[in-house]
Nanobody, 123 residues
Framework: QVQLVESGGGLVQPGGSLRLSCAFS????????IGWFRQAPGKEREGVSC????????YNVGSVKGRFTISRDDAKNTVYLQMNSLQPEDTAVYYC????????????????WGQGTQVTVSS
């Protein structure tokens, strides 16, 4: 049974940092991909970062390049999203999602989702 649990969200001032965690079970990251998505009120869900265990590669969408870093800890079955230089436009509910396919920004192609964690960037 595949499960994904996000944690680490909260309130941070502009320019601050947060690290989100996605603890997963029921599959091996060697054969899956995990993507981070976010959804702000009134907006569509958008992909921000993805890691492919099979191909050993990670990807970031343009708006977060140089600020967000995705990484994995195999011993803990956890994927992290380190977010630096946060801005108010980064405010959203952040979700991690998993699938046995390829990294993609299309949320409909991911079969498994966590419950989400709120990130609020405000002074």
């Amino acid at each position: 049974q595949v499960q994904l649990v996000e944690s680490g969200g909260g309130l941070v001032q502009p320019g601050g940092s947060l690290r989100l965690s996605c603890a997963f079970s029921g599959f091996s990251l060697d054969y899956y991909v995990i993507g981070w998505f976010r959804q702000a009120p009134g907006k569509e869900r958008e992909g921000v970062s993805c890691i492919s265990g099979r191909y050993g590669r990670s990807y970031n969408v343009g708006s977060v390049k140089g600020r967000f870093t995705i990484s994995r800890d195999d011993a803990k079955n956890t994927v992290y999203l380190q977010m630096n230089s946060l801005q108010p436009e980064d405010t959203a509910v952040y979700y991690c999602a998993a699938d046995a396919g390829y990294c993609t920004w299309s949320s409909t192609l991911y079969n498994y989702w966590g419950q989400g964690t709120q990130v609020t960037v405000s002074s």
